[in-house]
């Protein structure tokens, strides 16, 4: 199972860096996406990160704000979010797949833990 955490409530503007940790598995041996549902509406990929060579996805609206990475050491996946707005806020989710590319479904993600709530507000 994965395990999100680093949520918290920030004002616009602010940032946060979102964690998650693998146990019982090696995330070397997969691509790791963060995905996030606000309330009453479905699961956004946001963005994934691939095992082999790090390279990486952003679904518009975050990419240049948000910032996808590994530590290999730590079996751990980050998410460095800036300039967060009010609509940024959501439950934020972590989970493996085979591949990170730019048309995967959230449907073809595995390995999904407990989120971790971001709130953003003033």
């Known amino acids: 199972q994965l395990q999100a955490s680093g949520g918290g409530l920030v004002q616009p503007g602010g940032s946060l860096r979102l964690s998650c940790k693998a146990s019982?598995?090696?995330?070397?041996?997969?691509?790791v996406g963060w995905f996030r549902q606000a309330p009453g509406k479905g699961r956004d990929r946001l963005s994934c990160?691939?095992?082999?060579?790090?390279?990486?996805w952003y679904v518009d609206s975050v990419k240049g704000r948000f910032t996808i990475s590994r530590d290999k050491a730590k079996n751990t996946v980050f998410l460095q979010m800036d300039d967060l707005k009010p609509e940024d806020t959501a439950v934020y989710y972590c989970?493996?797949?085979?591949?990170?590319?730019?048309?995967?479904?959230?449907?073809?993600?595995?390995?999904w833990g407990q989120g971790t709530q971001v709130t953003v507000s003033s």
């Open positions: 989970a493996t797949a085979l591949v990170c590319d730019s048309y995967s479904a959230v449907t073809e993600y595995e390995n």
């Open positions: 019982g598995f090696g995330l070397d041996y997969f691509a």
């Open positions: 990160i691939n095992n082999i060579d790090d390279s990486t």
